[in-house]
């Protein structure tokens, strides 16, 4: 896209961009918006409307009638609490840790570093799916079961992030530099944390918001290993608010909007830096 819009003529003049760009990024956000405001839509009037046809697009004025609803059918708040505290402690998680194990994998010399790296990413190769039943059990006989800590603890690294971060790393930071430090006297957590990762911030960062989003959408672990309403994360709570057999599609969608609203808040100050960081991991990689 970047070719597409900056088109160097010689002499280092850009050239106008075509009038054609404009048609496609406006229909590619169009593509990419429309469905959080159809979702709007249907949270601002009843069930009925995604029935109709033609379709209402107009918003209506039934959104706060249905979040009362939504706040009296289930403890929606603390739900958002639940979802929140896991996101965020795997949002740190996968931004230290992964570049913790990614740093010794880059720069650490150890027996079996190659053949242990060589595992850890032919993980992902096997689907989340089939984790579920011997990470359930592991989780009922440390009797982490119904709590946060058992959606926590597992997804505080992944193979990914430690695959992405090594590779980073390895890019990044230079030999001469930690030689310089180990000179100096400095240990292997000095290095890291003092040298190392303060030079890959921007693609950790980018790693923890990943892990970040990852962790708010999840649905299918937390539905499997909580049990109580107290402990429901967003994503849950939206689906006990759906009857066993009546799905009430506008208190559905209201309840999915206003989970959706802290993702738009969190974009809304961290887009600059998400982006920044993706194409500082892109040029130096």
Known sequence: MTGLILRLRRGGRIDRVPWWVYVLLTLAVVIAVFPLYWMFVVASNDSATAYKMPPRIVPGGNLLHLTELVFSTVPFVRSLINSAVVAVAIGVGHGVLCALAGFAFAKLRFPGRNTLFLIVVLTMTVPTQLAVIPQYMIMSKLGWVDTLQALIVPGLASAFGIFWMRQHIASTVSDELLQAARIDGANSWQIFWQIAFPLVRPAAFVLGLLGFVTAWNDFLWPFIILKSPEMYTAQIAIKALQNSYVVDLGLAMAGSFLATIPMLIL???????????????AFKG
């Open 267 to 281: 974009f809304a100050f961290v887009g600059r830096r998400l982006v920044s960081g993706i194409m500082d991991g």
